[in-house]
């Protein structure tokens, strides 16, 4: 798939499942307003396109560790959510907004620990790679930034569903392979929404 094809594809998502954001672990949240927050989901439209993850760093107090993209809560200054996730973005691994060109959104996402997290679709300069970004990450939050390719995320059979027990009962989370990093969780599972809507625009 060419760069120009994956653009007019996202362009042009169909609408997508509005109860793809109740999942397991939303039975046990607190009756309680949830956090509102959004992550942007970058795709680089180089020669072999993939989706920009980054890892936060194993130091820190919350997901420590953990494969996300780049985002946060969203601040009472933000405009929208995708002002919020260009943000947090530039803060995060150094992202200059002027160079994303924004997508739409996916369905939102409410985790386990209360935050509902809304998914906007970024689109990175054409013919450029992850290393011809510039990125700068900030190593308190993120000590590796890194991409998944278009191929795997297309792959219909490429993410697992996998089981833990924890808290007190069995859970299921989605999984996707990479040779280097654990893509599990509220993540891996957004990126299983957005691979259905990918393929739903074929």
């Given at each position: 798939m060419t760069a120009s094809e994956l653009r007019a594809r996202l362009l042009s998502l169909p609408a997508g499942n509005p109860d793809f954001c109740l999942h397991d672990d939303t039975r046990d949240l607190p009756q309680a307003p949830l956090v509102p927050a959004a992550v942007l989901v970058p795709f680089v439209l180089g020669p072999t396109p993939g989706v920009l993850l980054t890892r936060r760093t194993p130091h820190l107090s919350k997901h420590a560790g953990q494969v996300s993209f780049p985002g946060g809560r969203i601040d009472p200054d933000d405009a929208s959510p995708e002002a919020a996730a260009l943000r947090e973005a530039q803060e995060e691994i150094g992202l200059n907004p002027a160079r994303v060109e924004l997508a739409g959104r996916l369905d939102d996402y409410v985790t386990g620990t209360a935050y509902r997290i809304t998914p906007v679709i970024g689109l990175l300069t054409p013919g450029v790679?992850?290393?011809?970004?510039?990125?700068?990450?900030?190593?308190?939050?993120?000590?590796?930034?890194?991409?998944?390719?278009?191929?795997?995320?297309?792959?219909?059979?490429a993410p697992t569903q996998c089981s833990r027990f924890f808290r007190g009962r069995d859970r299921t989370y989605w999984q996707w392979p990479h040779p280097e990093y654990h893509i599990w969780g509220a993540t891996a599972a957004i990126l299983v929404g957005l691979a259905h809507r990918l393929r739903a625009a074929a």
């Open positions: 790679t992850l290393d011809g970004l510039g990125l700068n990450a900030d190593s308190a939050e993120v000590d590796a930034v890194f991409e998944l390719p278009l191929a795997v995320l297309l792959d219909p059979e």
